[in-house]
């Protein structure tokens, strides 16, 4: 079972950042492909970053402004935002594929592990 917490969540205004951190268990994170998804009110949870060996991808909407990373020596992934706008405001997850070296996905169902989500709010 993986365990994951996030933080660095709260309130931004409009053009300023954040950087959300989440600390994973498990012996094999380095082999882990990561998410990091949100769920506005009223909205179903998207897509917004993931890495993996295969590489890094974004959300078209976040591109530009966001940058995933991780640091596998602390077991923890990172989603640094910039320029955060107000229709960023969301609960924002990470998720792990937790199998050997899968590839990252921009699909919900393919991740197995989720954490249990920190806000992020952007006034305008």
């Known amino acids: 079972q993986v365990h994951m917490v996030e933080s660095g969540g709260g309130l931004v205004q409009a053009g300023g950042s954040l950087r959300l951190s989440c600390a994973a268990s498990?012996?094999?994170?380095?082999?882990?492909?990561m998410g990091w998804f949100r769920q506005a009110p009223g909205k179903e949870r998207e897509f917004v970053a993931a890495i993996s060996w295969s590489g890094t991808y974004y959300a078209d909407s976040v591109k530009g402004r966001f940058t995933i990373s991780r640091d596998n020596a602390e077991n923890t992934a990172y989603l640094q935002m910039n320029s955060l706008k107000p229709e960023d405001t969301a609960v924002y997850y990470c998720?792990?594929?937790?199998?050997?070296?899968?590839?990252?996905?921009?699909?919900?169902?393919?991740?197995?592990?989720w954490g249990q989500g920190t806000q992020v709010t952007v006034s305008s």
């Open positions: 998720a792990a594929r937790a199998g050997t070296f899968l590839p990252a996905s921009s699909r919900i169902y393919e991740y197995d592990h």
């Open positions: 498990g012996r094999t994170f380095s082999s882990y492909a």
